[in-house]
């Protein structure tokens, strides 16, 4: 295994959750906070998934492990979220409810997230940490023959942890 990373609803089969996003500047206009697809990532997950950073930095695990409010965006959410702006070190939160701003720190490529014959990507945005039951994403030339040695290691580390729905990207895809 090269790498292992998480995220709460995986691309091409989860889909990814919505929320209002804003902006101290759309705040500031009373326009409506766009919709952004969201969902938490972790470990290297956009390593894990050849997801290219773009600028900024990945999440480290000091991110997840301070609960800092630290943010990743796609391209499409900074053009939609920043237009004619620098993202990086710039603010965002849910624009329902949401009284924490999270500083954004890197910018990744865009994902398709439910569809590969969407002609535009959908803007997203990565919160760093994880779900009661994350997808967990692993990159190994062997990707298609590791499922029973993945499932014994789970056995033998957290019995009780389900583990199911497994499958390559390149079979999810094909899909």
């Not at 000091?62 to 620098?86: H, K, M």
């Not at 701003?101 to 803007?123: A, M, N, Q, Y």
Request: aromatic content about 6%; proline content about 7%.
């Amino acid at each position: 295994v090269e790498s292992v990373g998480f995220i709460t609803t995986l691309p091409l089969d989860e889909g990814a959750g919505t929320a209002n996003i804003t902006t101290p500047k759309i705040d500031a206009s009373g326009a409506e906070a766009p919709v952004v697809r969201n969902a938490a990532a972790g470990g290297a997950y956009f390593q894990t998934m050849g997801i290219r950073l773009v600028r900024g930095r990945y999440f480290e695990r000091i991110d997840e492990e301070r609960g800092l409010t630290n943010v990743i965006i796609s391209e499409a959410a900074a053009r939609v979220l920043f237009p004619g702006e620098e993202p990086l070190g710039q603010k965002v939160r849910p624009a329902a409810g949401g009284q924490t701003w999270f500083t954004i720190i890197g910018v990744v490529e865009d994902v398709k997230v439910d569809d590969l014959r969407r002609e535009s990507p959908e803007p997203m945005v990565y919160l760093p940490g994880v779900s009661t039951s994350p997808a967990y994403v692993l990159k190994s030339a062997r990707a298609d023959q590791l499922a029973p040695e993945v499932r014994a290691i789970i056995r033998e580390v957290a019995p009780e942890s389900p583990m199911y729905r497994i499958f390559t990207m390149q079979n999810l895809a094909a899909r």
